[in-house]
Each structure stands twice: as C-alpha cells, then as structure tokens.
C-alpha cells in the first residue's frame, strides 16, 4: 500500500524522532529545563540531578540553568534557595511501549491516544539549624548592610516602587524529591463557530506516588482542570487550507505564480483519523491542490 | 522505520507539471560585436505537451516537452572594411604646395554593420526535450572547514562552513530535437488548414468549419506521429540503454552531468537549526544562547511508480 493511497500528500513522525529533538533541546538549551537559585547555580553540586549538557554549552559558557529568585519567606526580606528540574520528557504514539504507564492511567494506551512522561525533580534548601538559632541576627545585618538599596534621586518618579531583594538564607544542601507524572490524551478535529479546528485533549493525568492520597488527588485536578480549560484550548489549530507559491523566486520564468493549496483530507471511511496517532507515528493525510 | 516519512503522489506531480509547464515562459534578447562580425537574438517562448511519469525503477520520465518558440529572431551583421576611391590632387598648387582641385573621394562599406540581416523563425520552430532522471542526495562538507570545527562556529564564519545535505537532479539520459520535425511540420499543417478552411470555407456556418478542422486535425495528429517515429526509437533505445545519442545530446549530457554535481536544488543545513539563538535569560555574558540545532540523518529521496518520497532520521 503506497503512503498516498488515500490522499495527496503524507507526512508522519515517529515518536522515536521526536523525543531525540527533544533531548537535543534539552542538552543544547539546559536552561529551558533548569531553574534554581544564583547560590545553587554558583554550587551546580547542589542540584537534584546533574545537567547533562552538549560540550557546546560549556565552550560557549552558555549557562546550564535560568537563574531564578529565592523563595520568599512572607513577611520577611528573606528567601531560600530551590531548584526545579524537568529531567525526562518522553512522548509515546499508540501503540505504548516507549514507557509503562501507572496502573491509575488503565494500560494499555487506548488507540489514537498518546501518552506524555513527565520527570520533575525539586528541592528546597532550608539552612541549618544553629544558622536560624544562633547566627541569623548577625547575618541580616550583614546582609542589609551589603544590600542597601540604592539612593533614590530627589527628582525620580517612580509609580512602582522599587523591588527589594530577597535575600537568600544560605545552605549546604537541597532537601531533593522527584515526581513522575504521566498524562494521555489525542487530537480531535472539532467544530467552532462553523470552523474546523484541530484540538488537543487531555484523558486523564498521574502523579506518581504523591502521599497523602488527597493532595495527589487535589493536584492532578488542578493541573488538569489548568490543561483542560486554560491552556489546551489555546493550542488549538484552525484547519484551513494555506497556500505556498513554488515559483516565487522565478518570476522572470513565472509570471503567474504556481501556488499549491494545501488542506487537511477530511475524514471519511478511507481516512478515518486525520491526523492519526498509530504505529508510533503521528501522521497527517494532506489534500493538495495546484492552481 | 524513518523518523520522517513524506510522500507525494504522482497525481500531484503531474498536476504540479503541468501547471508549471502551462505558467512557464522565457524571453531573452542579447547581442555582441565579434569586429567584422556582430550577432544578435531575441528569444521568447513558451511550453506545452509532455508528460511526466514517476517510474518503478527510482526514476522520474518527463517524455516529449514542447519548447514553442513564440520569437526566434536571429541576427547576423557583416562589417567589410571601409574602402575609399578617389580623393587625390588633380591639380597641385605649386605656390603653397596644397592642392587646388581633388579628385570627389567616395567610400562604400562605411556602416557597421555594412550588411546585417534578421532570420525570424518564430512560430515556425519546435523543439522538443525528453529527460530521465532520479533524484539523489549528497552530503556536503566545505572542504575549507577544518577538522574538528564545531557546527556553531562553523556556522559563524563568514561564509558559513556548515554542512549541507544537497539535493540533485541526477539525468540519467536526455534527448532534446533543437528541431522537432514532426512538431514543426504538425503546426504548419494545422495553421494552414486553419487558413484554408476559414478563406475558402468561409461561407459554412462556425460548427461546420470547426467539425472540418477536427477531422483534418486528427490526419494532422496521424502525419505528427509518423514524423516522430524515428525520434521516439531513439528515445526508447537511449532509454534502455542509458545513453544519449547524438552530439548535440552528448553535450548536453555533459552540461547535465555537471549541473548534476554542481548545482543542488535545495540545500539543507546540518545540523538544522530549530531554535534560533535567544537572549541570555541570566544577567552577564554571554548575552546570547547558541541557536539548538538537530542532526539530520540517512536523508534520502526516492519514488516508485506511484509516489516520491522523502524520509530522514533525527541523529
């Protein structure tokens, strides 16, 4: 059977391609994955997981997480240090065997679905104990003294006043935990106002071995009801037919322009899933028009 | 299984083709002056027939593409060197040593060109091309990029030195009838039973004349295959052997040859960037990230009979 049997134009992914993109990013951007305090950027140590970069980063010093403010203490002008990792992402296209999913998600992956792994790991450095009993009045005012905010010129106007410093309580180590979270879902082609859109749609999420019952529970609804009703429906693809003009570095040999119009096929019986999640693919079926 | 598949079928390409061939249209004039010699032409043309067909072997057949030469004007100018008579002293002044009465001086050849003339062969000429060919990929390394240049500085240098996968088209054999007997012989038939019909057929009513020009076109269509027999065996022969007869096929073999190697059709940078160089989200430097860029693998290009189709791996 011939790719196009059904249609103009084929196109499809194998998950397998699109997870080594995804480490690609994830080695060669390590600060999209990685954020943590400038104390735990300074002692890379500090961190949960260690980063693994592409040597590229480390000849063009590019750095290997963003820096990020320390958790703020209410009520103080005091933080502490954190850092938060996304160590793995992993997709899965029907049929699952990229990763097992949690008996809570019903495996195996239902067909035209696909399931999405999340690694995140965390950890808050709370300082010592002797720091906090005994030695933190000396260092507040050391560190007030060295972070004396700036003198504010008598003509200077400004609406928002200016953001204090929070100052990072020191630490020798991340209290670490990693999480694994699984989430399942498709595309589905639906119809808006009388205009096909191809939608995003999540089945159901998995936070693995969150204790106690109740805050997994609380968790995974809230990141789903944030999935389902905030961000999903932002990603959602009005389906229409775009055109691409082949000719338009030619004119002096085209002077009327060879477009094609492109469009998704629609469904019917020869072509039920469009795009179709199978085979460890995603796969579009294109329509193609020459005008 | 290649971690990207896209085909396309060969409806599509022939839709492609002929739409391309129908929009297509050169025109071109130039001129030079060679001393004694000075040539010019005015060309324009157009496109029709053929056919293209995507062939179970990895190949792709564009068979008996008509090249219509709308204008043709070729022009060819001579100049003779000046040659002047007379002009001498018939009678001298003996006193100042000029002359008091000459000779009239007449020079012919004076212009240039002194003779040019203009052959207009537009209307009147066909030409016809057939092509086999596949398309191939190529990995391409800047032989100036030095061993062990990362692809990000490579990619700085200006000109870049970043690798390329290429793509060709790679002809196998090609036939081009600068003359197109069969064609040329075709249209001066069609034009003049279209001349007759209407000038002395004239009282008929538009159907009838119409009815008649179909008839005598499908003797017209019969006289055009005939002419092109002797030209479709040799195209099916050079087919099935993979060579090019004639000189003026040799040499464009040749130039197709070269084409083939030396100018791709589309470049693709590898490794390709997906993610352009983005501002430093931490204060200092460097103020900006290094663009991502993924490694393309086992890039390859190949059709059967009934669709073309790319597939490539992320490295």
Same mark, same amino acid.
């Given at each position: 059977?011939?790719?196009?049997?059904?249609?103009?134009?084929?196109?499809?992914?194998?998950?397998?391609?699109?997870?080594?993109?995804?480490?690609?990013?994830?080695? @060669?951007?390590?600060?999209?994955?990685?954020?943590?305090?400038?104390?735990?950027?300074?002692?890379? @140590?500090?961190?949960?997981?260690?980063?693994?970069?592409?040597?590229?980063?480390?000849?063009?010093?590019?750095?290997?997480?963003?820096?990020?403010?320390?958790?703020?203490?209410?009520?103080?002008?005091?933080?502490?240090?954190?850092?938060?990792?996304?160590?793995?992402?992993?997709?899965?296209?029907?049929?699952?065997?990229?990763?097992?999913?949690?008996?809570?998600?019903?495996?195996?992956?239902?067909?035209?679905?696909?399931?999405?792994?999340?690694?995140?790991?965390?950890?808050?450095?709370?300082?010592?104990?002797?720091?906090?009993?005994?030695?933190?009045?000396?260092?507040?005012?050391?560190?007030?003294?060295?972070?004396?905010?700036?003198?504010?010129?008598?003509?200077?106007?400004?609406?928002?006043?200016?953001?204090?410093?929070?100052?990072?309580?020191?630490?020798?180590?991340?209290?670490?935990?990693?999480?694994?979270?699984?989430?399942?879902?498709?595309?589905?082609?639906?119809?808006?106002?009388?205009?096909?859109?191809?939608?995003?749609?999540?089945?159901?999420?998995?936070?693995?071995?969150?204790?106690?019952?109740?805050?997994?529970?609380?968790?995974?609804?809230?990141?789903?009801?944030?999935?389902?009703?905030?961000?999903?429906?932002?990603?959602?693809?009005?389906?229409?037919?775009?055109?691409?003009?082949?000719?338009?570095?030619?004119?002096?040999?085209?002077?009327?322009?060879?477009?094609?119009?492109?469009?998704?096929?629609?469904?019917?019986?020869?072509?039920?899933?469009?795009?179709?999640?199978?085979?460890?693919?995603?796969?579009?079926?294109?329509?193609?028009?020459?005008? | 299984?290649?971690?990207?598949?896209?085909?396309?079928?060969?409806?599509?390409?022939?839709?492609?083709?002929?739409?391309?061939?129908?929009?297509?249209?050169?025109?071109?004039?130039?001129?030079?002056?060679?001393?004694?010699?000075?040539?010019?032409?005015?060309?324009?043309?157009?496109?029709?027939?053929?056919?293209?067909?995507?062939?179970?072997?990895?190949?792709?057949?564009?068979?008996?593409?008509?090249?219509?030469?709308?204008?043709?004007?070729?022009?060819?100018?001579?100049?003779?060197?000046?040659?002047?008579?007379?002009?001498?002293?018939?009678?001298?002044?003996?006193?100042?040593?000029?002359?008091?009465?000459?000779?009239?001086?007449?020079?012919?050849?004076?212009?240039?060109?002194?003779?040019?003339?203009?052959?207009?062969?537009?209307?009147?000429?066909?030409?016809?091309?057939?092509?086999?060919?596949?398309?191939?990929?190529?990995? !391409?390394?800047?032989?100036?990029?030095?061993?062990?240049?990362?692809?990000?500085?490579?990619?700085?240098?200006?000109?870049?030195?970043?690798?390329?996968?290429?793509?060709?088209?790679?002809?196998?054999?090609?036939?081009?009838?600068?003359?197109?007997?069969?064609?040329?012989?075709?249209?001066?038939?069609?034009?003049?039973?279209?001349?007759?019909?209407? !000038?002395?057929?004239?009282?008929?009513?538009?159907?009838?004349?119409?009815?008649?020009?179909?008839?005598?076109?499908?003797?017209?269509?019969?006289?055009?295959?005939?002419?092109?027999?002797?030209?479709?065996?040799?195209?099916?022969?050079?087919?099935?052997?993979?060579?090019?007869?004639?000189?003026?096929?040799?040499?464009?073999?040749?130039?197709?040859?070269?084409?083939?190697?030396?100018?791709?059709?589309?470049?693709?940078?590898?490794?390709?960037?997906?993610?352009?160089?983005?501002?430093?989200?931490?204060?200092?430097?460097?103020?900006?990230?290094?663009?991502?860029?993924?490694?393309?693998?086992?890039?390859?290009?190949?059709? !059967?009979?009934?669709?073309?189709?790319?597939?490539? !791996?992320?490295?």
């Amino acid at each position: 059977m011939a790719y196009t049997d059904n249609c103009d134009i084929y196109a499809s992914f194998h998950e397998e391609g699109f997870n080594r993109i995804v480490d690609h990013i994830r080695r @060669q951007r390590p600060s999209l994955f990685n954020y943590a305090t400038a104390a735990v950027a300074k002692n890379p @140590q500090l961190l949960c997981k260690a980063i693994n970069v592409h040597p590229i980063i480390n000849i063009r010093n590019n750095p290997h997480l963003t820096i990020v403010d320390p958790l703020p203490i209410p009520g103080t002008r005091f933080g502490v240090n954190f850092a938060a990792q996304l160590t793995e992402f992993k997709i899965d296209f029907h049929p699952g065997d990229e990763f097992p999913l949690p008996p809570e998600l019903g495996p195996p992956l239902k067909a035209q679905r696909l399931a999405i792994k999340l690694s995140v790991c965390a950890g808050i450095g709370c300082p010592p104990k002797d720091f906090i009993d005994h030695d933190m009045a000396s260092f507040e005012n050391l560190e007030l003294s060295t972070n004396r905010m700036p003198a504010m010129s008598l003509t200077h106007v400004e609406e928002v006043p200016p953001r204090t410093p929070i100052i990072a309580l020191p630490t020798r180590k991340l209290n670490c935990f990693c999480l694994d979270a699984y989430a399942i879902g498709g595309m589905r082609r639906t119809v808006f106002n009388g205009k096909e859109y191809l939608e995003p749609f999540i089945d159901g999420i998995e936070i693995v071995d969150l204790k106690p019952a109740g805050l997994e529970n609380s968790l995974e609804c809230y990141i789903g009801l944030m999935l389902k009703l905030g961000i999903l429906p932002g990603l959602k693809i009005l389906l229409q037919s775009f055109s691409l003009n082949l000719t338009e570095g030619a004119t002096d040999l085209f002077p009327t322009p060879t477009n094609i119009v492109i469009s998704a096929m629609p469904i019917s019986a020869s072509v039920p899933n469009n795009p179709a999640i199978e085979n460890d693919q995603l796969k579009a079926f294109i329509k193609a028009e020459v005008i | 299984m290649a971690h990207l598949t896209i085909g396309a079928s060969e409806n599509t390409f022939k839709a492609l083709f002929e739409k391309i061939r129908d929009n297509f249209h050169f025109a071109n004039s130039d001129s030079g002056d060679f001393g004694p010699f000075s040539a010019g032409y005015v060309l324009e043309a157009h496109l029709e027939g053929g056919t293209i067909d995507l062939r179970a072997d990895n190949t792709v057949q564009i068979k008996e593409l008509d090249i219509k030469w709308d204008r043709l004007d070729l022009s060819l100018g001579i100049d003779i060197p000046e040659i002047c008579v007379g002009g001498f002293c018939i009678i001298p002044n003996i006193f100042t040593g000029g002359c008091l009465v000459r000779a009239p001086r007449v020079c012919i050849f004076s212009a240039d060109p002194d003779i040019s003339f203009t052959l207009p062969l537009g209307g009147i000429i066909t030409s016809e091309i057939s092509v086999t060919g596949s398309l191939v990929t190529k990995y !391409n390394i800047k032989p100036a990029r030095p061993a062990g240049m990362n692809d990000w500085d490579a990619q700085d240098m200006d000109p870049s030195l970043a690798n390329h996968w290429q793509l060709f088209i790679d002809p196998q054999f090609l036939d081009v009838d600068l003359f197109d007997i069969a064609d040329i012989v075709g249209d001066l038939l069609d034009n003049a039973i279209n001349f007759a019909v209407d !000038n002395l057929l004239g009282f008929l009513p538009g159907w009838a004349r119409d009815l008649i020009k179909a008839i005598l076109g499908a003797f017209v269509d019969v006289i055009r295959a005939i002419l092109d027999i002797g030209d479709d065996l040799q195209e099916w022969i050079s087919d099935l052997l993979n060579v090019s007869f004639g000189i003026t096929d040799f040499i464009l073999q040749v130039i197709a040859d070269d084409l083939a190697s030396k100018f791709p059709l589309v470049e693709i940078e590898d490794p390709f960037p997906v993610l352009e160089a983005a501002a430093n989200p931490n204060p200092g430097v460097p103020s900006m990230l290094i663009p991502v860029k993924i490694p393309i693998r086992d890039l390859k290009v190949f059709n !059967n009979d009934r669709e073309m189709i790319l597939e490539a !791996n992320v490295g």
